[in-house]
Each structure stands twice: as structure tokens, then as C-alpha cells.
């Protein structure tokens, strides 16, 4: 049975990369060995009216292209407009809020990448759209509406992955080097534990490396220390739990590995600027 665009429901896309209105492509989960883009989804709303999604932290990039004003980001009190003309870039692993008023002409694909920006990147990532990548989003846009039960196929799919190629190939974006393989897989060992306790000298074992040489390799290639990526990635996944889970903040703090309330308040305040309840209270939709 065919599930036209017009009775779906835009669930948003918070841990899963799939918002119910776009097309569909891998799932999330890619390897971060195998260095290449693995698409998400692309999608595209003539005139999309609902964008309100609260507490946005996922693993995954974003790219929105608007071609019309309405909608807009919110990075820790900055508000930053999705506006003609620019393509926004969010890397992966950023706490944010989707606020507007359609409707709006709305372009997005959702995606991994095994590369991570190099230097002091303050997200949102604002660039001027070439006439490349506009020929690419005018062909996407005219396919997808062709598209009306939102079907897969390659022509999109290899369509959107050249937009990706073209876009982040850009001169104005540098990258730091690929990860070692290594480390990808301490990172997947780390996503998988995060309700246990994880010292610092048993990921540098993990990783074949001392202590100290770990730390170094470590923040160069993830521009942070091992112990602040850890506790960023408890936070993330505190903040579904909190948004689309009904547990208390007591169990959510066991379940994220923090050992009690009062040290995961001063964590998670620490990383989203608040505390969990307030957070919590502010955003919640369930």
C-alpha cells in the first residue's frame, strides 16, 4: 500500500534520521571505518508548516537549504535564520532547537560523514549556495515531487550524494584527518557503554596506546579530551531519555553512567547551559 507524502506525519528526526516526510535511504549505524557518506535521507516540503522540534542532539549531519524565510536554529540563545540563498551544515553530536512558521519551501538531507571539522567551528555551518549546488537542490526538488509515495531510488539517492560531494568538498570547510581505526572502534565501544564506568586508562588500553600518548591522539583527532567526549556523549543520550522517555531523572542518571543526581546536573549543565529539569520542563513534547 502506497503512503502518500500528504498523510504523513513529520515526527522530526532526533536520534533517528528518518522525519515520516522524507525519502529513505540508510539507516543510521554506518561504521565510521569506511570512509565515505552514508545518506540518510533527502527530503523536501513545497510548503512545510510544522518545524517545531525542541532539544535536537543527534549523531548525525544536517543540511538544510530554505527557499523561502520562517524557519530557524537555535544554538545555546543564538538564533540563526534558514534563509534563501544559504546552505546551514550541522554537524553531528550539537544541541539545538527547530523553531518556525510555515509555510516554508524547506530542502534537507540527513547524513553521516567519517570526517570531522578541523579548527574552532561554532555551528551552524553558513554557506553560500554555487550555482552547482543550486542545479543540484532544483533537480532534487523536481524529483522528489515526482516521487509522491516517497519511494527510494537511485537517481535520488545519487543525486543528493553528489550535492554532499560538492558541498563538502568546499575550499571554505577543513577538515581534520581521517580517524584511526583505532579509535573508531574505542568510539563505537564508548556509544555502546555509556551505563558503565569508563576510566580513562582502560579506553587508552583499549586503544593499544599509554595513557598520555592516548589523551594527545585522542583530542587531535576529536578536538576534545577522552573524559569531555564522554561525558558529552552521556549528556546526548540523557537528553533523548529526558525528552522522549517518561523515567526519572534519578534513573536516566544511572542509565547514562553518572553515579548520582547531583553530579549529572552539574555535568549536563555544564555541556547545555541548564539544568536537567529546566530542560527538561522547557522542552519536553511527550
Not at 31 to 58: C, K, N, Q
Not at 177 to 206: G, V
Not at 250 to 272: H, L, M, W
Request: glycine content about 6%; aromatic content about 10%; charged content about 20%.
Amino acid at each position: 500500500m502506497s503512503d502518500p507524502i500528504n498523510v504523513r506525519v513529520n515526527r522530526g528526526a532526533y536520534d533517528r534520521p528518518f522525519s515520516g516526510v522524507g525519502i529513505e535511504f540508510d539507516p543510521l549505524g554506518v561504521s565510521p571505518r569506511h570512509p565515505e557518506i552514508s545518506l540518510h535521507e533527502t527530503g523536501f516540503l513545497e510548503a512545510g508548516t510544522r518545524w517545531d522540534f525542541p532539544g535536537v542532539f543527534s549523531p548525525f549531519w544536517r543540511f538544510y537549504y530554505n527557499a523561502s524565510r520562517g524557519h530557524r536554529v537555535v544554538f545555546n540563545g543564538r538564533v540563526v535564520e534558514l534563509v534563501p540563498g544559504i546552505i546551514t551544515l550541522i554537524p553531528p553530536h550539537c544541541l539545538f532547537h527547530c523553531q518556525g512558521e510555515g509555510p516554508v519551501s524547506a530542502f534537507w538531507m540527513a547524513f553521516s560523514f567519517t570526517r570531522r571539522l578541523g579548527g574552532d567551528v561554532v555551528p551552524p555551518v553558513l554557506l553560500e549556495a554555487r550555482e552547482t549546488e543550486m542545479c543540484l537542490i532544483r533537480d532534487l526538488r523536481e524529483l522528489i515531487l515526482s516521487d509522491q509515495d516517497l519511494r527510494p531510488n537511485e537517481v535520488i539517492h545519487q543525486n543528493s550524494v553528489a550535492l554532499l560531494l560538492v558541498t563538502l568538498s568546499r575550499p571554505e570547510l577543513v577538515w581534520q584527518a581521517a580517524i584511526p581505526k583505532n579509535l573508531c572502534r574505542l568510539l563505537d565501544h564508548i556509544e555502546n557503554q555509556l551505563d558503565t564506568k569508563l576510566s580513562m586508562r582502560e579506553l587508552a588500553r583499549r586503544a593499544g596506546m599509554s595513557p598520555a600518548s592516548f589523551n594527545r591522539t585522542f583530542k587531535s583527532h576529536l578536538g576534545t579530551s577522552p573524559a569531555r567526549y564522554v561525558s558529552e556523549m552521556r549528556v546526548r543520550e540523557a537528553a533523548r531519555l529526558m525528552l522522549q522517555s517518561e523515567g526519572t531523572i534519578d534513573e536516566i542518571a544511572e542509565k547514562t553512567g553518572f553515579p548520582n543526581r547531583a553530579y549529572f546536573s552539574r555535568v549536563f549543565k555544564q555541556i547545555t547551559g541548564g539544568a536537567p529539569a529546566t530542560f527538561r520542563r522547557t522542552h519536553q513534547t511527550i
